[in-house]
């Protein structure tokens, strides 16, 4: 449950929502604080486990250098 980064990412989103609404009254600050101390470490684990569990959908790139996902090649143009 650690490794799957769906679970992961509502946890930390979850986590910084409720430090958002703790930081607005007065009686809970000092716990949003604390809070704050540890929410880095969080979005390191975050985005750690998404790098390395995460999977990617989408088509492969092959020859090309970049690639989107919603347009066609042929449409995309010169810049």
Aim: aromatic fraction near 20%.
């Amino acid at each position: 449950m650690l490794c799957n980064a769906n679970f992961v990412v509502g946890l930390v989103t979850f986590y910084l929502f409720l430090f958002g609404a703790l930081l607005q009254w007065q009686t809970t600050f000092p716990f949003a604080v604390s809070m704050l101390i540890l929410s880095p470490f969080l979005i390191c684990w975050m985005v750690y486990t998404i790098l390395k569990y995460g999977k990617y959908g989408g088509p492969e790139l092959g020859n090309d250098e970049f690639g989107y996902q919603d347009k066609k090649k042929d449409e995309l143009g010169m810049f």
